[in-house]
């Protein structure tokens, strides 16, 4: 019976002989290469999904309200609108446009969703539980660039308005 590298026989002889295999591993030092490599490319992966995800921050949009005049009055849902303009002052159409409202001396907020209506007019309901300046955050992004601006409006019980 001959023997093959990394192989011999074992056993008693005759039938009972089992041929066992050695296994050859790499040199630890060509392992620890390996796994350097592997960590190397996740890191790099990484770096790019995280660079493809990345939005960001324009200063040169514009976001106002649609009718600055409008009456707010305290305990009504009201539809509020907003424009929303590009750097050039098109409107976009595209935007995920959410609105962060603060409700004045408390530190009660809540975030409502805007929905596109017609060339860069954004639209939602919002209840007035109180009179007082209020303090809106518009967050507007679309799928490179995010923009924040805030906006105060002044709700009196009569339904005076002060918008700035």
Known sequence: MSKEIGQRWRGEGGANMQLETKKKRLPVHIQILILLVFVLISIVFNYLLTDFQKKY??????????????????????????????EKQEPLTKANVRLEINEPYTDKSVSVVMHHLEDGLY???????EPGYWSILVNVENEQYYYQKNLYVEVNSIGFVQNY
Not at 62 to 69: I, R
Not at 123 to 129: A, C, G, P, R, Y
């Open 57 to 86: 921050e324009v200063e040169n949009w514009n976001v106002e309200l649609a009718d600055p005049a409008m009456s707010f009055q305290k305990g009504r849902t009201e539809d509020i609108q907003i424009f929303v303009l590009n």
């Open 123 to 129: 639209e939602s309901e919002v209840h007035f539980s």
